[in-house]
C-alpha cells in the first residue's frame, strides 16, 4: 500500500472514531451540565483532536521519510557500483582493443610478406609445376587474403569503440553518391537494381556514414538470391529529432531465430557449409550507429530479402 494512501486511511478511520465516541461520551458524561460547557468541552475535544492526529501524521510522515531515505542510500550505493562496474568493464574494453591493434599490426607483416612470397612463386612456377599444385598454393593464397581481410576489419572494428566527437550536418545523397562510387564495379557486373529516395540530413561523422552504408550495400549484395536480380531499394523517413534510412533488399533473407545475432562479432550466417565473409561488417555498423547515437535493426523473411533500419539525429 502507497504510504499517502495508508496515511489517508489512518486519518480517516481514527477521525471517525475519535469524533463518534467522544461526543457520545461527552453528552452522557456531561448531561447535567449547561449546553455552553457541553459545547466549550466539545471544542476543546476537537482541538486536542487536531493536536494528536498532527502528532501522529508528523511521526508516520517522519517515518516514511526515513524509509524513503534509506531507498535512496541503497539507490546512491548501487549507482556507485553500476559506475564501479562500468569504469572497469570500459578499462578492460580499451585494453582489449589496445590489444587488438598490437596484435593485428603485429600480425599484418608476416602475412604481407607470406602473401608477397606466395604470389611470387606462383607467378614464376606458373608452367613448372603440375596444376593440382598451383591450384593448392593459390587456395592458400587465399587464405592468406583471407586473414588479411579479418585483420583489417578487426583493427577498424578496435578503432570505433571511441569514435571522433565530430559532429556535422551530413548529406545522405552525397553519403550514398560515394558508397556507389566504391561498389560501381559490383553494381554493373551484377546488374544490380538500386532505388534511391531523396534522403535529408543528419548529424553525424561523414567517413563514417560512408564505413556504415558500405557495409550495408555489400551485405546485400553478398547474400543476394542468386535465382533472380538483386534489387536494393534506399529510402527514409523523419519523425521528431530522428530520421529512420530503410536498406531493403530481395535478397535470400536471414532466418528468424538469427535476426538478433547478425549485429555481434563474428556472427556470420550462409546456406551450406560454407560461410563467406569475416562476420565483421553488421558488427562494425552496430558499433558505428550506436557510437553516433544512433540504432540499428533488421527485419527478414526467408525467400523474400531483407531491411535494415538505421535510425540517426536529424
Same mark, same amino acid.
Given at each position: 500500500?502507497?504510504?499517502?494512501?495508508?496515511?489517508?486511511?489512518?486519518?480517516?478511520?481514527?477521525?471517525?472514531?475519535?469524533?463518534?465516541?467522544?461526543?457520545?461520551?461527552?453528552?452522557?458524561?456531561?448531561?447535567?451540565?449547561?449546553? =455552553?460547557?457541553?459545547?466549550?468541552?466539545?471544542?476543546?475535544?476537537?482541538?486536542?483532536?487536531?493536536?494528536?492526529?498532527?502528532?501522529?501524521?508528523?511521526?508516520?510522515?517522519?517515518?516514511?521519510?526515513?524509509?524513503?531515505?534509506?531507498?535512496?542510500?541503497?539507490?546512491?550505493?548501487?549507482?556507485?557500483?553500476?559506475?564501479?562496474?562500468?569504469?572497469?568493464?570500459?578499462?578492460?574494453?580499451?585494453?582489449?582493443?589496445?590489444?587488438?591493434?598490437?596484435?593485428?599490426?603485429?600480425?599484418?607483416?608476416?602475412?604481407?610478406?607470406?602473401?608477397?612470397?606466395?604470389?611470387?612463386?606462383?607467378?614464376?612456377?606458373?608452367?613448372?609445376?603440375?596444376?593440382?599444385?598451383?591450384?593448392?598454393?593459390?587456395?592458400?593464397?587465399?587464405?592468406?587474403?583471407?586473414?588479411?581481410?579479418?585483420?583489417?576489419?578487426?583493427?577498424?572494428?578496435?578503432?570505433?569503440?571511441?569514435?571522433?566527437?565530430?559532429?556535422?550536418?551530413?548529406?545522405?545523397? =552525397?553519403?550514398?553518391?560515394?558508397?556507389?562510387?566504391?561498389?560501381?564495379?559490383?553494381?554493373?557486373?551484377?546488374?544490380?537494381?538500386?532505388?534511391?529516395?531523396?534522403?535529408?540530413?543528419?548529424?553525424?561523422?561523414?567517413?563514417?556514414?560512408?564505413?556504415?552504408?558500405?557495409?550495408?550495400?555489400?551485405?546485400?549484395?553478398?547474400?543476394?538470391?542468386?535465382?533472380?536480380?538483386?534489387?536494393?531499394?534506399?529510402?527514409?523517413?523523419?519523425?521528431?529529432?530522428?530520421?529512420?534510412?530503410?536498406?531493403?533488399?530481395?535478397?535470400?533473407?536471414?532466418?528468424?531465430?538469427?535476426?538478433?545475432?547478425?549485429?555481434?562479432?563474428?556472427?556470420?550466417?550462409?546456406? #551450406?557449409?560454407?560461410?563467406?565473409?569475416?562476420?565483421?561488417?553488421?558488427?562494425?555498423?552496430?558499433?558505428?550507429?550506436?557510437?553516433?547515437? #544512433?540504432?540499428?535493426?533488421?527485419?527478414?523473411?526467408?525467400?523474400? #530479402?531483407?531491411?535494415?533500419?538505421?535510425?540517426?539525429?536529424?
Amino acid at each position: 500500500m502507497k504510504a499517502s494512501l495508508k496515511i489517508s486511511l489512518i486519518y480517516i478511520v481514527a477521525g471517525t472514531f475519535w469524533i463518534v465516541w467522544s461526543n457520545n461520551f461527552i453528552e452522557y458524561f456531561f448531561a447535567n451540565y449547561s449546553r =455552553e460547557t457541553i459545547d466549550l468541552i466539545k471544542d476543546l475535544d476537537n482541538i486536542l483532536y487536531v493536536l494528536l492526529t498532527g502528532i501522529l501524521l508528523y511521526f508516520l510522515i517522519q517515518k516514511q521519510y526515513k524509509y524513503l531515505d534509506d531507498k535512496l542510500k541503497e539507490l546512491e550505493k548501487g549507482n556507485q557500483i553500476i559506475e564501479q562496474e562500468r569504469l572497469k568493464s570500459d578499462h578492460t574494453r580499451k585494453q582489449l582493443d589496445q590489444f587488438i591493434v598490437v596484435a593485428s599490426h603485429d600480425l599484418a607483416g608476416p602475412v604481407r610478406q607470406s602473401q608477397g612470397f606466395l604470389e611470387l612463386f606462383i607467378r614464376k612456377n606458373q608452367g613448372k609445376l603440375p596444376q593440382n599444385s598451383i591450384d593448392f598454393l593459390q587456395l592458400t593464397l587465399d587464405n592468406f587474403l583471407k586473414i588479411k581481410t579479418i585483420i583489417n576489419d578487426l583493427t577498424m572494428f578496435s578503432q570505433l569503440s571511441d569514435l571522433d566527437k565530430k559532429v556535422e550536418l551530413v548529406s545522405l545523397d =552525397e553519403v550514398f553518391e560515394k558508397v556507389l562510387h566504391l561498389n560501381s564495379k559490383k553494381i554493373t557486373e551484377q546488374q544490380i537494381e538500386l532505388k534511391i529516395d531523396p534522403l535529408p540530413n543528419v548529424k553525424g561523422d561523414f567517413k563514417y556514414f560512408i564505413q556504415l552504408f558500405d557495409h550495408l550495400i555489400a551485405n546485400a549484395i553478398k547474400f543476394k538470391d542468386i535465382s533472380r536480380p538483386l534489387n536494393i531499394e534506399v529510402s527514409a523517413t523523419t519523425k521528431d529529432e530522428f530520421c529512420t534510412v530503410e536498406v531493403r533488399d530481395n535478397g535470400r533473407g536471414i532466418p528468424i531465430e538469427n535476426i538478433d545475432n547478425v549485429f555481434y562479432i563474428l556472427k556470420r550466417y550462409d546456406y #551450406g557449409f560454407i560461410k563467406r565473409g569475416t562476420g565483421m561488417g553488421l558488427a562494425i555498423c552496430k558499433r558505428i550507429t550506436e557510437g553516433l547515437g #544512433g540504432q540499428i535493426w533488421a527485419d527478414s523473411t526467408i525467400g523474400k #530479402g531483407s531491411v535494415f533500419y538505421v535510425k540517426l539525429r536529424v
